[in-house]
């Protein structure tokens, strides 16, 4: 039978200290009063698992409670531990919630990293190279 565990993402101690750089700076539209922290844990989620790096976090601090975490967030969550799993160890694996909970925010986690290292380029720059990179995605899906 699967885990009973609290539904809480977290993220580390530099993560909150980039998060407030965010909010600060107003970074593509990521800040608190444009964005909920659940869309920007999927941001850094989202950059964490493209580079398919997982870091570990250190001082972990809660980010998103569980009641702002719905169906759709999860099924984001799910599907990448899912493609990330053993064989061997097969769907029973998707009931550790623990498991993908923890997975999820060390991807995000590196990509909290990411975003800091983006905070030293001109928003427009990493515009173009955010766009730049879903247009590669998008050619290698129809198959230019």
Do not use: W
Not at 14 to 38: E, N, Y
Not at 61 to 84: C, H, M, P, Q
């Amino acid at each position: 039978m699967g885990e009973k565990a609290v539904k809480i993402l977290h993220c580390s101690k530099d993560a909150k200290d980039t998060i407030d750089k965010v909010d600060a700076a107003k970074f593509l539209g990521l800040d608190l009063k444009s964005c909920p922290r659940i869309d920007l844990f999927l941001f850094a989620f989202a950059l964490g698992v493209e580079s398919g790096i997982e870091t570990e976090l250190a001082k972990p601090d809660t980010l998103v409670r569980g009641e702002y975490i719905n169906t759709k967030n999860e099924a984001f969550l799910y599907a990448s531990y899912y493609a990330d799993l053993e064989a061997e160890k097969g769907a029973e694996a998707l009931t550790e919630i623990g498991s993908v909970y923890g997975k999820a925010q060390k991807y995000a986690n590196t990509g909290f990293k990411l975003i800091d290292g983006m905070l030293g380029k001109s928003e427009e720059v990493v515009r173009m190279e955010l766009l730049k990179e879903l247009d590669g995605m998008y050619q290698k899906i129809i198959g230019e």
